[in-house]
């Protein structure tokens, strides 16, 4: 699991423009751990090799 740090910094996006487009529903993780609410994506989902 990726922090949303590391999406900005992979993605060249800021947190706050990750954070953004995540409420105005253009994406969001791929899972939700229910035991800790941490969220997560899969490694290629920001298009770039993992």
């Known amino acids: ?3 949303i740090g590391a999406m900005a910094r992979q993605s060249g996006l800021s947190v706050s423009a990750l ?3 995540d409420g105005a529903g253009v994406f ?3 899972w939700v751990d229910p035991q800790t609410g941490s969220a997560g994506t899969p490694r290629s989902s920001s298009g770039r090799p993992g």
């Open 1 to 3: 699991m990726r922090s």
């Open 19 to 21: 954070r953004f487009y």
């Open 28 to 30: 969001g993780p791929a």
